[in-house]
């Protein structure tokens, strides 16, 4: 029986505090637990709505092998201590921030002839400023099976 830790925190906090289809995807062989979203923009004039779709990786620091141009954004746990629920639901907030002025981003493009391209962007510096206000209680470790 697995043990999932702050997986199931994830999910409740993602379902409070996140507006759009997302999945989490919990890759035990590379201690690792990947979050996709997908943002969808339909026009008026194309008939197949266009879609984008982001990742997200938790990672352990010591173990996890990945590319780092893979992601939105790659944030380190320790797998003992994991993260807290204060700190979940901040990121499923600041998320759900980030996915919506990517929608409207992703709007700007299609609507611009003259724009070339669209990059949704991760704010690190605003992300770690106001993670410093959080007051953190409990903390669930990465899950065990």
Known sequence: MAKYGFLSVLEEEMDKHFHYDYAIDWQKQNHAVELSFILEVGLADVEEPVALEEFVLFYN????????????VA????????????????????????????????????????QEDFVMTWDNETFEKDKVELIETDYYAYPRY
């Open 61 to 72: 620091p010591e173990k996890t092998k990945f590319d780092a141009e893979d992601y939105l």
């Open 75 to 114: 944030l380190p746990f320790e797998p003992k201590k994991g993260f807290s629920r204060e700190f979940l639901a901040y990121f499923a907030q600041y998320l759900n921030q980030v996915a919506g002025e990517g929608l409207d981003g992703i709007m700007n493009f299609l609507m611009d002839d003259e």
